[in-house]
Nanobody, 124 residues
Framework: QVTLVESGGGLVQAGGSLRLSCSAS????????MGWFRQAPGKERVFVAA????????YYADSVKGRFTISRDNAKNTVSLQMNSLKPEDTAVYYC?????????????????WGQGTQVTVSS
């Protein structure tokens, strides 16, 4: 059984930082692109960041560029999201996802494995 488990969410003041981690089990995702998405209350799930299997390609939503950094450790089957300079509008449930294969996508329908999500709340 394939599972993705996120951790690291929590409550932080505006301007603060959090580091989200996603641990995969059940199979290796070293040859899959990985991504982070988020969903705020009453809104659709949106793309945040993605990384290729080789770590040579990175994609970020405009809203997080310069503040968030995605990384991965293929040996540990993990992907992380370092979030700095957090804003109240970053408040959402954050999801880790694994894509179908090597290609990096920014749309959720190309991701086939999903974690259960971790809550990030940024207070003003």
């Amino acid at each position: 059984q394939v599972t993705l488990v996120e951790s690291g969410g929590g409550l932080v003041q505006a301007g603060g930082s959090l580091r989200l981690s996603c641990s995969a089990s059940g199979r290796t995702f070293s040859r899959n692109a990985m991504g982070w998405f988020r969903q705020a209350p009453g809104k659709e799930r949106v793309f945040v960041a993605a990384i290729s299997w080789s770590r040579g390609e990175y994609y970020y939503a405009d809203s997080v560029k310069g503040r968030f950094t995605i990384s991965r450790d293929n040996a540990k089957n993990t992907v992380s999201l370092q979030m700095n300079s957090l804003k109240p509008e970053d408040t959402a449930v954050y999801y880790c996802a694994a894509a179908r294969g090597l290609v990096v996508y920014t749309t959720s329908n190309q991701y086939v494995y999903w974690g259960q999500g971790t809550q990030v709340t940024v207070s003003s």
